[in-house]
């Protein structure tokens, strides 16, 4: 019997910006609607963005079909291209419109204000000592209607219609409720004007500042959101703006200037000193020096030569280059990083879930609630019994519109997002986000992450009777199709002395443990001393020079030569001047630190003392780091992973937290959860720090949102009235929703004061 397996399809990322949500419940129902289009495989939706996020089935998705079950759905969308592809022109329309939305916002709660403000002191004038007798003055109460007017229709105009077109859905948002309770207070006060006769004497009070004041709170709620939101994109426009619209081109000879969206790969492009490089590529003509600081976090200019790479948004010096452009439009290494960013930004933190989950039904129940509260007290509760019964109905309505539970978590995770790219830290979602928070133990990498990975040769010493020259000269030529640091560094020690190496045979690599080669009909084996003895050779002709340079901190490698041992070539790395500060904050947080290396114990052990680590695990071949990894996982640890993003991608990917440090141009932005740009090692403390001031924002936020409705309902219910006399207005009750809001973003807000260095 045979199996046939359906191949994969391949999928896309495909992003919607949306229009039109207010709330937690309103990202609920586009992200169900788009959820049933054909092709959409995972979607997120986020309401300070307001976009979608979708991962699709190329072959199966319909943009047309995603957009029109959006528009179904009550709201308004359009496909929105890739960060990298986005003109000056696109972020200003994008920005004109966010700016225009705060400004309509602006305008209308400037009409609520200034029509809602007579209507207030109509309402109560009759308290006033000396006014009484204007406390039924029908006169001014029609005066309060018809101030009124205007703000349920225009001011609160888009509540009415949104819920309107919503209900006869089926279906309950934010503008349901706001609908639904201010409504019900102008129709109520409307009749109460009109027909007093209706209600039993002395009772057909209206109440018309309830609806003019909830709507321009709640307009006023909604415009600084706007701004808000607007404010939040910051840190992706900054990098955008990093690429300058129009390049230099060398073609036929002479030099024009074109858009740098056209430039293609192989073009060569011509950069004047202080202007910004449009994209990647390597360098043909000319030398300089580039500030690379904004995009690899390089704290000095980097020299630039013909044959260095050179990175689109980096700043060229005072020397002018040519380059030819290597990677163009989204493979550059900028678009790669502004696109990580939005991607992360979009995306959804696990603590989130609890907050979809209670937002899918919260509305629903809420006016479920306002409608048996308001029964209760037309039942039950004292005279007017009708006034009080609306009056609860219309407060718990206002009061529990789910606004600040909608903006908790995104608003936070954006800011936080945000602030790492804007210090090279790049991370890859909200998940990560929340995830490094919860690290206990970091897993450290040695060459290149606690230390420069820039080995030098410091010693070349021969066993008795030996020349030291020759045993250079061997272990040249045995590394020289070596690409390994240790390789790198011998072949250059023995250029310098003159050395230049033969051309060996029967090249064989052994990872972790050294290289084979067939040379002058001898076999010659370079590599570390446990290796070397497993293949019989005996060491002692060394004495106790391998001890001392593994005491000293220093690598040794040992050559032989046809199972006899001929010396050693000692290499040496520098620290990074960053480390020990670095390893102290990450004991300062309260998490362990591991060292983890292939070099040999005592090396180990004399840089981990140098730099304050503890914990060792030294001989760990490549293949094996991610099961050290798994091992101290399985021990009950939440592990990160530190590496260069290279040897060290498998245990990157399986840590709770892979953090690459140094590769913002290679396959680590793909293997780990955070990149960071540049080689400071001070970025792990500072990502995990970024992590823990976000998700404990985000508590926050979340934490302030539901105990103010878990508070605000019941006593918006009149839970205080038997024991107080105390009955929510609804007035107060806007206020209260606006100022939970306001609360929420204010907090987020908090976010931007965040700065490297922390603990």
């Not at 994969?8 to 609607?33: F, T």
């Not at 002395?202 to 500042?209: C, L």
């Not at 591991?594 to 695990?617: K, P, S, Y």
Request: hydrophobic share 50%; with cysteine; charged share 20%.
């Amino acid at each position: 019997m045979s199996t046939t397996t359906t191949p994969e399809r391949p999928r896309e990322r495909r992003e919607l910006a949306i229009e039109g949500m207010h709330c937690a419940a309103c990202v609920g129902r586009v992200e169900r609607a788009l959820a049933g289009v054909p092709g959409v495989v995972e979607c997120s939706v986020n309401l300070v963005d307001e976009a979608a996020s979708l991962t699709v089935e190329a072959d199966a998705f319909d943009e047309g079909a995603a957009t029109a079950a959006v528009e179904k759905a009550g709201y308004a969308a359009h496909a929105r291209g890739p960060a990298a592809s986005e003109t000056r022109a696109d972020r200003e329309a994008e920005e004109a419109r966010q700016d225009d939305a705060w400004h309509e916002a602006l305008r209308r709660f400037v009409v609520g204000a200034v029509l809602g403000l007579p209507v207030v002191v109509l309402g109560h004038i009759g308290l006033v000592p000396g006014f009484e007798h204007l406390m039924h003055d029908r006169r001014l109460q029609v005066l309060a209607g018809l101030l009124t007017l205007p703000i349920v229709t225009w001011v609160g105009g888009g509540f009415f219609t949104r819920a309107w077109a919503q209900i006869r859905r089926g279906e309950t948002t934010m503008d349901t409720l706001i609908a639904l309770g201010t409504g019900a207070a102008f129709v109520y006060s409307v009749v109460a004007v009109a027909a007093p006769g209706l209600f039993p004497e002395g009772t057909a009070h209206p109440f018309f500042e309830a609806a003019a004041v909830v709507i321009t709170l709640v307009v006023l709620g909604q415009a600084l959101e706007a701004r808000a939101r607007g404010r939040t994109s910051r840190a992706l426009r900054a990098l955008l703006e990093l690429r300058p619209e129009r390049a230099h081109v060398l073609r036929d000879g002479r030099e024009v200037d074109v858009p740098a969206d056209e430039l293609l790969r192989g073009d060569r492009v011509v950069v004047r000193p202080g202007e910004r490089i449009p994209v990647d590529g390597t360098v043909l003509d000319g030398q300089s020096a580039v500030d690379e600081a904004l995009v690899t976090g390089e704290s000095f200019p980097v020299p630039k030569e013909p044959g260095d790479s050179v990175v689109g948004g980096t700043v060229n010096g005072e020397g002018s280059l040519v380059f030819r452009a290597e990677a163009v439009g989204a493979d550059t290494v900028l678009a790669r990083i502004v696109e990580r960013v939005r991607a992360a930004q979009a995306s959804k933190p696990p603590i989130q879930r609890l907050a979809d989950r209670i937002a899918a039904v919260f509305v629903p129940s809420v006016v479920a609630l306002a409608v048996l509260s308001g029964v209760l007290w037309y039942l039950l509760g004292p005279e007017p019994r009708l006034n009080y019964a609306i009056v609860v109905a219309v407060a718990v309505l206002v009061i529990s519109c789910p606004c600040a539970l909608g903006l908790a978590t995104p608003i936070s995770v954006m800011i936080g997002i945000g602030k790492g790219a804007e210090h090279g830290i790049l991370i890859r979602s909200g998940e990560a986000l929340e995830t490094a928070r919860a690290v206990d133990t970091v897993v450290l990498d040695k060459t290149g992450t606690l230390t420069l990975g820039e080995l030098a040769v410091t010693t070349v010493q021969a066993v008795p009777g030996e020349d030291a020259d020759e045993v250079l000269r061997l272990a040249a030529a045995a590394e020289a199709r070596s690409e390994h640091p240790v390789a790198r560094a011998i072949v250059a020690y023995a250029h310098t002395r003159g050395a230049a190496p033969a051309t060996g045979e029967e090249f064989r690599s052994v990872p972790g443990k050294g290289v084979q080669v067939r040379l002058d009909g001898s076999a010659v084996r370079v590599g570390a001393p446990d290796w070397i003895a497993e293949g019989g050779a005996d060491l002692s002709a060394l004495g106790a020079a391998l001890e001392e340079e593994m005491a000293a901190g220093r690598s040794p490698v040992v050559i032989e030569r046809d199972g006899t041992v001929l010396g050693l070539i000692a290499v040496a790395d520098r620290i990074k001047p960053d480390a020990a500060e670095t390893v102290r904050r990450l004991r300062a947080s309260g998490r362990e630190v591991v060292m983890l290396t292939g070099d040999q114990q005592a090396v180990a052990r004399a840089v981990a003392a140098q730099v304050g680590i503890e914990r060792i695990r030294a001989r760990v071949l490549p293949e094996q780091k991610a099961a050290e990894v798994e091992a101290l996982q399985r021990s009950g640890a939440r592990v990160a992973m530190v590496g260069d993003g290279v040897n060290d991608a498998p245990a990157l990917a399986r840590a709770d937290v892979g953090i690459a440090i140094g590769s913002g141009t290679d396959v680590a932005m793909e293997a780990a959860d955070i990149t960071l740009l540049g080689d400071r090692l001070g970025g792990v403390a500072d990502a995990l720090a970024l992590s823990s001031a976000t998700v404990r924002n985000v508590r926050q936020n979340l934490f302030g949102a539901f105990i103010y409705n878990a508070l605000a309902i019941p006593i918006a219910a009149g839970a205080l009235y038997p024991f107080f006399g105390i009955l929510l207005s609804p007035m107060i009750a806007g206020a209260a929703m606006a100022f939970s809001s306001v609360t929420v973003v204010g907090n987020a807000n908090r976010l931007r004061r965040w700065r490297p260095g922390a603990v």
